[in-house]
């Protein structure tokens, strides 16, 4: 498998993921109305942010079109990667 875990802990930006960032810099925006456009539970779009959950390809794929492409789903996905193999 690709990933070792669900987890992933976020470092890119100091204590921010790349989704974190995104919502920090888009205030019409939130995970609460992320997860309603894409059909999923607010706690799903939130453990990503925290770094608590790691994102399917699926998933980072709707959240690149959900941002019109600002968050992408090889910058989900590889930030969560790069993280685990340095761990």
Request: hydrophobic residues 45%; glycine residues 6%.
């Given at each position: 498998?690709?990933?070792?875990?669900k987890?992933?802990?976020?470092?890119?930006?100091?204590?921010?993921s790349?989704?974190?960032?995104?919502?920090?810099?888009?205030?019409d925006?939130?995970a609460t109305?992320?997860?309603?456009?894409?059909?999923?539970?607010p706690?799903?779009?939130?453990?990503?942010?925290?770094?608590?959950?790691?994102?399917?390809?699926?998933?980072?794929?709707?959240?690149?079109?959900?941002t019109?492409?600002?968050?992408t789903?090889m910058?989900?996905?590889?930030?969560?990667?790069?993280?685990?193999?340095?761990?």
């Amino acid at each position: 498998a690709l990933f070792r875990s669900k987890q992933c802990r976020y470092a890119i930006f100091g204590d921010m993921s790349i989704l974190k960032r995104y919502f920090a810099d888009t205030p019409d925006d939130n995970a609460t109305r992320m997860a309603a456009r894409l059909g999923k539970p607010p706690s799903t779009i939130s453990r990503i942010v925290t770094g608590a959950r790691r994102p399917s390809f699926k998933l980072a794929m709707a959240i690149e079109k959900a941002t019109g492409g600002k968050v992408t789903a090889m910058a989900l996905l590889t930030e969560c990667h790069e993280l685990e193999a340095a761990a």
